[in-house]
């Protein structure tokens, strides 16, 4: 089975080494227990920063180095256009004709597939060109799973289906609301989740001062988590459609929230706003209520006892706070738009999107095949490469995550 590993080469921002993590925490270390596994070839295609990376921890692997600035060309050397560009089917269509924004990187991957032919390509951002120059490969998409990070378990998502958009989340969301959840599994499967979203021992005093701060801002009215990602992740101007800035989005969704309601931000620990730009927001907005800095900057998992609502731009937390039982809006090319809502609008009715069975099969789908424990994935001749000789002979690959006929809590379990 030729594989290609294709590690997104452009969107770099103001760091060429911005995705390193994706290879030295997870791509190079699964790298090199499959080819322990097997004598098929690998190579990986990114930017020649992340290539030279590579080599320096794997000296024997194969790469294929793309430049990220001549891969700009065809945007006029706009990274934010790229970004965007990568959600867009038309846009890809163009290149596939040589026109267009992504026109040097369809040829790129082209000369690829010529003097390569990948049977599995494994991806790990949004990027409508891939299928198109690779029709006769399978395609998986990892990722961090989501699913709850602020204990430390490590966890992936292998999704064969797509990324921020026709992932198996999107694809599956009417299967999985219909289905029937085994009476005798609830219970287990919802003590299992409390065990998964309980704070350590040591963090028990932040958690409590976090809950008391919540209510005091509160003061009864429902309040709605404003849970931001960092501007320069993968997602971000893909699923907003354009550029835009972490403060323009928080006036937003302030503007938007219904009457009463309270917004509380929450910040990623790379990017959360200067004090006070978020202070002349809140004097904007009086419907804002800033927590200080230690409040506010990777807590939102347990600010969700806290609140009614979550809304987010596309974030794990937003799987979280929908199996927890929160109305949740995300923007529309969330891989959670057809389980979540995608106006604040709907926060008229925050009743929450899934009922008790919905969001207990949605948690069984994530732990069934949908996510590995990273150390799984990692153990020798195991996890990862035997899920993906799964997914390679699966007729259907929607139909092999969905299927969770053999599901069980032990599934869950073996994630907490």
């Known amino acids: ?60 692997i194969e790469t294929r180095a793309l430049p990220s600035w001549p891969l700009l060309a ?32 369809f040829a790129a991957l082209e000369s690829i597939r010529e003097t390569f032919a990948p049977e599995l390509v494994i991806a790990s951002a949004q990027n409508s060109v891939l299928p198109l120059v690779f029709p006769d490969a399978r395609i998986v998409w990892i990722e961090q799973a989501p699913l709850p990070r602020r204990r430390g378990t490590a966890r992936l998502s292998v999704d064969p289906c ?44 932040i958690y409590n001062e976090l809950q008391r701060a919540i ?16 501007s320069d992740w993968l997602t971000w101007e893909g699923t907003l459609g354009h550029a835009c800035t972490p403060e323009t989005i928080l006036a937003r969704w302030a503007a938007a929230l219904p009457a009463g309601w309270i917004g509380i931000p929450m910040h990623h620990p790379d990017a959360r706003l200067p004090e006070a730009l978020e202070a002349s927001l809140a004097a904007a907005f009086p419907n804002l209520r800033p927590l200080p800095p230690h409040l506010s900057v990777n807590t939102a998992e347990w600010a969700l006892s806290a609140a009614t609502a979550v809304v987010t731009v596309s974030s794990s937390l937003a799987a ?50 949908y996510s590995l424990s990273l150390a799984d994935a990692l153990q020798p001749g195991g996890g990862f490469h035997t899920h993906l000789q799964a997914l390679m002979v699966a007729a259907d690959p929607l139909e092999w995550l969905l299927d969770l006929t053999d599901g069980s809590p032990d599934q869950l379990a073996s994630l907490v």
């Not at 270390?29 to 190579?43: C, E, G, N, V, Y």
């Not at 945007?75 to 970004?83: F, G, I, S």
């Not at 008229?348 to 069984?364: F, I, V, Y």
């Open 162 to 205: 797509g990324h921020q958009q026709q992932s198996a989340l999107q694809l599956g969301a009417e299967r999985l609301k219909r289905h029937p959840v085994d009476p005798e599994h609830l219970v287990t499967i919802e003590a299992l989740w409390r065990r998964m979203l309980a704070p350590a021992d040591h963090e028990h005093n």
């Open 1 to 60: 089975m030729k594989t290609l590993m294709f590690v997104e080469p452009v969107v770099f921002r103001g760091d060429p080494l911005f995705l390193a993590p994706h290879l030295t925490g997870w791509g190079l270390p699964m790298l090199q227990i499959h080819r322990q596994a097997s004598s098929d070839p690998w190579i990986l295609a990114s930017s020649r920063d992340l290539c030279d990376l590579a080599k320096r921890h794997v000296p024997d």
């Open 215 to 230: 209510a005091e801002r509160a003061a009864d009215a429902p309040v709605a988590l404003l849970v931001l990602q960092p």
């Open 74 to 105: 065809g945007a006029d050397y706009d990274r934010h256009r790229y970004a965007a560009a990568l959600f867009d089917q038309a846009i890809a269509l163009q290149a596939q004709d040589g026109q267009g924004v992504l026109a040097p990187l």
């Open 320 to 369: 979280t706070a929908l199996i927890s039982g929160k109305h949740v809006v995300v923007a529309p090319n969330s891989p959670l738009s057809n389980l979540a809502s995608t106006s604040l609008l709907s926060l008229h009715d925050p009743a929450p999107n899934l009922d008790r069975s919905q969001r207990a099969a949605l948690l069984m789908m994530l732990s069934h095949r």
